[in-house]
């Protein structure tokens, strides 16, 4: 579905990616994994089209997306939960949504369908996302994702600043996105997190593949 080669990408005069390449499958969950500094968010964000490689090529369904928009790769299914969650904080909690599915695919879901996945967001749609909790935050960010109704599915950093017990809540949700036929890559500093919902794992090191395999 998804397949990256020999990519480089440069901060500047600073190589974070150097060299990488990985597949993802249909349905399949890619956890990328290694520490603060590896790469590893600049590795998603060229994926998104936020950030252009030096060289090297990325493909969907072996279609180049390198001269692609990041609104026309929205368009043929992926979709970004940014490190931060990166809501509009001033907008409600359904606006937030609603901005999601601006440039949306058809697909299974919908808005109504989010609050099915996160029953207490109904309650709470005219919220200002701002006055929301780290969790609920993610919680909307992930659903603003999904309503583009996404093949690739790109989480940055989930567990980021997030209680345990609230990080075990959204990971819980993995298996039913997976489910509506969606390929997940999540990149994740807490190994142990990453690995139990991962299909395979990719470790990077200071910018460059350093282990590969099964968890």
């Not at 997306?65 to 929205?74: D, G, Q």
Request: net charge neutral.
């Amino acid at each position: 579905l998804l397949e990256v080669r020999n990519v480089v990408v440069h901060h500047g005069q600073l190589k974070a990616v150097d060299d990488v390449s990985f597949t993802l499958n249909d349905g399949e969950v890619l956890a990328m994994i290694g520490a603060n500094g590896a790469g590893k968010s600049t590795l998603l964000r060229m994926i998104a089209g936020l950030h252009r490689a030096t060289t090297g090529t990325i493909a969907v369904d072996g279609r180049d997306l390198a001269k692609m928009s990041p609104h026309r790769r929205v368009q043929l299914g992926i979709s970004l939960v940014p490190e931060g969650r990166r809501l509009f904080s001033s907008m409600t909690l359904e606006e937030n949504l609603r901005v999601g599915a601006y440039h949306a695919r058809k697909g299974p879901f919908t808005i109504d369908r989010i609050y099915e996945l996160f029953d207490w967001m109904p309650e709470r749609r005219r919220q200002r996302a701002g006055q929301l909790s780290g969790g609920e935050q993610q919680a909307v960010a992930i659903g603003r994702a999904l309503v583009a109704n996404p093949r690739i599915l790109l989480l940055d950093e989930l567990s980021l600043g997030l209680a345990p017990i609230v990080i075990e809540r959204i990971y819980a949700l993995v298996p039913d996105i997976v489910a509506y036929g969606v390929s997940i890559l999540i990149v994740e500093q807490d190994v142990a997190q990453g690995a139990a919902v991962a299909d395979r794992v990719h470790c990077l090191l200071e910018g460059r593949t350093s282990l590969t395999g099964v968890p």
